[in-house]
């Protein structure tokens, strides 16, 4: 009976997941070349943030580039290894 749900409710958190560990190696990115859209990138990020309550992770936009590159790349290798795995677990 719960099964359904849950598995709808796991895939919305998965998605949301990977949509903001994308967002952030697209600012790394941004950041990297330069360009005129990294502040408004992170100010997005940081609107998103604060809506669902995680006003902690606004310094986590605000790091220095490298340190950014790094912990963007592994949530990002992180997250899609998870929605690799909850696929195949679901296929």
Known sequence: ????????LSAVLWGLLWGYATL???LVNFKEQGSVYAYPMQAVLDRF???L???WLKALH???LRPLRQIS?????AVT???????WVLG
């Open 73 to 77: 790349y592994a949530l990002f290798g």
């Open 81 to 87: 290894l998870g929605v690799a795995f909850m696929l």
């Open 49 to 51: 943030v604060e809506s």
């Open 53 to 55: 309550g995680l006003d």
């Open 62 to 64: 605000a790091m220095q």
């Open 24 to 26: 952030l190696v697209v």
């Open 1 to 8: 009976m719960f099964e359904p749900i849950l598995i709808g």
